[in-house]
């Protein structure tokens, strides 16, 4: 069943941090990382599905929550299909992404009368390097788009967090070892996968479990 969401169509395009949101505005919030098992603002309604053609990596230096400014963590992004495959092209082991590959995550309507203030708070908690671009929404049964227009936060690769095209065994080497007033790097990524998998068990995409499997080698 499609949820009705009413965006204006200037939103369709990304936007930068402390925009405010249009007034009397429904608020959809697309969560593929910490925001999947910490939600720490007022909602109404979830959804949990898929958007396309995107890959989520930790590809995002955390200095704030996951890290320090002298050990940055890393937390995730949402890299393209094009410019991902691009990136590790070079890298045989690196699973190609298309336009049809999926990143599961959940969907969130701000409580109605809310969404100024909630976004304020999204902006600060996301002030380390993200910005706001908007993606369509597909449900995991009928695989029809059940919301469109759908704000969330990515890091894209010119920001200054970006950390480039760090290998999956360097990135894991980092998630083992770093830590921010946020907590452990490895607790991040590990209760990612284990939201994750209680939602759906092949919402863990080969990416995210192979890091998975290499922290835990690296920490064991």
């Known amino acids: 069943m499609t949820i009705p969401l009413t965006v204006p169509s200037l939103c369709r395009k990304a936007i930068a941090l402390g925009t405010p949101w249009e007034a009397n505005r429904p608020l959809w919030v697309f969560g593929y990382g910490s925001i999947i098992y910490r939600v720490d603002f007022p909602i109404e309604a979830q959804v949990f599905g898929y958007i396309k053609g995107r890959q989520r990596a930790f590809l995002q230096e955390s200095h704030d929550h996951r890290g320090t400014e002298t050990n940055p963590g890393r937390v995730c992004t949402l890299i393209p299909a094009a410019q991902w495959n691009h990136m590790f092209s070079n890298d045989p082991g690196t699973p190609k992404v298309t336009d049809e590959s999926v990143c599961w995550g959940m969907a969130y309507k701000v409580k109605s009368g809310m969404e100024q203030e909630v976004k304020r708070h999204l902006d ?80 863990v995409d080969p990416y995210l479990e192979n890091l998975e499997r290499l922290v835990k080698d690296i920490v064991r």
């Open 124 to 203: 600060y908690r996301e002030k380390d390097g993200y910005t706001i671009d908007f993606v369509d929404v597909f449900d995991g049964d009928s695989n029809e788009v059940v919301l469109n227009n759908v704000m969330v936060y990515v890091g894209v690769s010119d920001n200054p967090s970006f950390a480039g095209a760090s290998s999956i065994r360097d990135t894991a080497k980092v998630i083992a070892h770093a830590e921010g007033p946020s907590g452990t790097n490895r607790e991040y990524l590990f209760h990612l996968c284990n939201a994750l998998r209680e939602k759906r068990s092949d919402a």
